[in-house]
């Protein structure tokens, strides 16, 4: 314990969703003063322990005991106005064994209601199953992309994986970790703008990957992640509206999925999209990609980003919450 090294983050839920507003990971100021907000601004509230961070100070450290504040004043607003009711409080819990590996340990959180002033532990239940759903398969979540020290709690995924980021290495998805998630498994590949298709050993490695069964026997064995009752259409109250990344260029490849724009969509469209999107995406099947969004238009919006996507994503949020207040 006294040698755990951990990272605090802190996530604002938007109105009565499981989504973020303001998530930790997020870098929404100009930190250093410089005139842009760039990589050398802090994240929102994350922070390891004991660093210098302007939000998030370190009062103690000592034998396993960490006393860590907060500083949530710069959403005072979102606060008073009821768009932030709760907040998840999380911690990364980096441990390294004698031979500099890290290990894989779980990254515990806590609802914390901000009116009540107390934690709220039956705010959401868990959509899914990690010890009995997602470690059939994987002995820790996160390892190959990430360290090992953010398993165990797809709330803590939740909290960097928000809505609001296009997905960057799944085109036409959302960063949103249900949309990550359901498309992984259906075998859509990353970066496939990367891939050189002329080349016959990576256009034979790109069919292997897309033609890779779920060891279920079918990504439809739902309940291999979620608990039961949990894989329907989102309650609208209950899910922030999301942002889809634009298509990749896909240079050496004649594909027939043309330019397709970034979107802002509901998060049905965002879930379910995840692996309807990716089945259309592998087949090349460009017309029942354009009816999909039609059809997730007619039953919710789809809306182009335009030119700043995250502009026309706020927009939308708070036409959409306006509804469930
Ligand atoms: C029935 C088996 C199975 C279950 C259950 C499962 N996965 Fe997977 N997962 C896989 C397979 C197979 C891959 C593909 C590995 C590859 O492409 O090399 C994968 C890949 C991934 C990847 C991408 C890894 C990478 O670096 O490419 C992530 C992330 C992931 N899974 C997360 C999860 C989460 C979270 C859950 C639970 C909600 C879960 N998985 C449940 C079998 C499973
Ligand atoms: C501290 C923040 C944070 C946490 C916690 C986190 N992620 Fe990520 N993750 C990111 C960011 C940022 C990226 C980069 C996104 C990009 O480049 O598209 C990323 C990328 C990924 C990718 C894409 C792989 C790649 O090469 O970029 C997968 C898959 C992924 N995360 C799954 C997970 C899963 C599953 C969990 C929970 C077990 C998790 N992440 C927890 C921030 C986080
Ligand atoms: C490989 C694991 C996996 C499989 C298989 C899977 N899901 Fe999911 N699903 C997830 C994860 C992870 C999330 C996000 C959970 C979270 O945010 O806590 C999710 C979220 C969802 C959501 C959004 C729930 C909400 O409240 O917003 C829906 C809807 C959904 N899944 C439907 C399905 C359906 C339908 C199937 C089967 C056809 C399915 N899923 C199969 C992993 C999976
Ligand atoms: C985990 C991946 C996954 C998710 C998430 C998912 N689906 Fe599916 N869905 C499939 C697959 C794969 C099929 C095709 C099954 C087959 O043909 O055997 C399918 C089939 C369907 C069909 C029948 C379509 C037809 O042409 O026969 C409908 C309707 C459907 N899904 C709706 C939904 C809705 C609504 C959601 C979200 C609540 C959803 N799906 C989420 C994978 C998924």
Known sequence: MADIVPTVLVGLYGWDTK???????????????????????QRALEAEVGAEHPRVTTVSAAG??????ADLSAWADLIADGTAKRVEIAVMPELQDADAVVLALDAPS???DLG??????????PIVKVTDGCETCH????TNYHSPDRGGNIVVCRLCHITKSGGSHLEMQSRSIDSYVHAIHSFQAFDIGDINFAEPVEALHYEHHIGFPYPTHGITDCESCHTPGTNNVPDQSKSLPGLLSASDAVESWDRKIGDVPEYVTGPASRACGGCHRAVMIK??????LTLFNLHTKQGGYLVEGGEDAGATLGTVIDEMMAIFK
Request: glycine content about 10%; cysteine-free; hydrophobic content about 35%.
């Open 283 to 288: 087949e090349d099947e460009a017309g029942e």
């Open 139 to 142: 002995d820790a979540l996160a």
């Open 64 to 69: 396993g005991k960490w006393e860590v504040v």
């Open 110 to 112: 806590r609802t914390f």
């Open 19 to 41: 989504d973020f507003i303001i998530g930790p990971h997020e870098r929404p100021f100009d930190d250093n003063g410089d005139g842009t907000i760039d990589r050398n601004d």
């Open 116 to 125: 009540a002033n107390e934690f709220a532990d039956d705010f959401y239940s």
